[in-house]
């Protein structure tokens, strides 16, 4: 059973930082694609960015620059680094990975197993 559970989430200022960490049981993070998406009130589910199981990242426009995805093997953990936020990044911030292994892409509909999410606010 592949269950995903998210921290990290909080309060921060505008231009702050914050560390999300999404912490993977019964999915090896180095063989599938860990994805992490964004919901904010009223508005869809969107791609923040991903790793491959090979090690590329790939990032939104929106982020790119700003947000880093790490993971750690031995920790089976994913990380989403966020600096200079911004009051428009407030959402809740979901880790995902891929069914299928080698997943390279950014379709959310590839991405089949979910975190509970967690809360980013940024105020201005």
């Known amino acids: 059973q592949v269950q995903l559970v998210e921290s990290g989430g909080g309060l921060v200022q505008t231009g702050g930082s914050l560390r999300l960490s999404c912490a993977a049981s019964?999915?090896?993070?180095?063989?599938?694609?860990m994805g992490w998406f964004r919901q904010a009130p009223g508005k869809e589910r969107d791609f923040v960015g991903a790793?491959?199981?090979?090690?590329?990242?790939n990032y939104a426009d929106s982020v790119k620059g700003r947000f880093t995805i790490s993971r750690d093997s031995a920790k089976n953990t994913v990380y989403l680094q966020m600096n200079s936020l911004k009051p428009e990044d407030t959402a809740v911030y979901y880790c995902?990975?891929?069914?299928?292994?080698?997943?390279?892409?950014?379709?959310?509909?590839?991405?089949?197993?979910w975190g509970q999410g967690t809360q980013v606010t940024v105020s201005s």
């Open positions: 790793i491959t199981s090979g090690g590329s990242t």
């Open positions: 019964g999915r090896t993070v180095r063989t599938y694609a």
């Open positions: 995902a990975t891929s069914t299928y292994t080698y997943y390279r892409g950014r379709d959310l509909s590839a991405f089949g197993y």
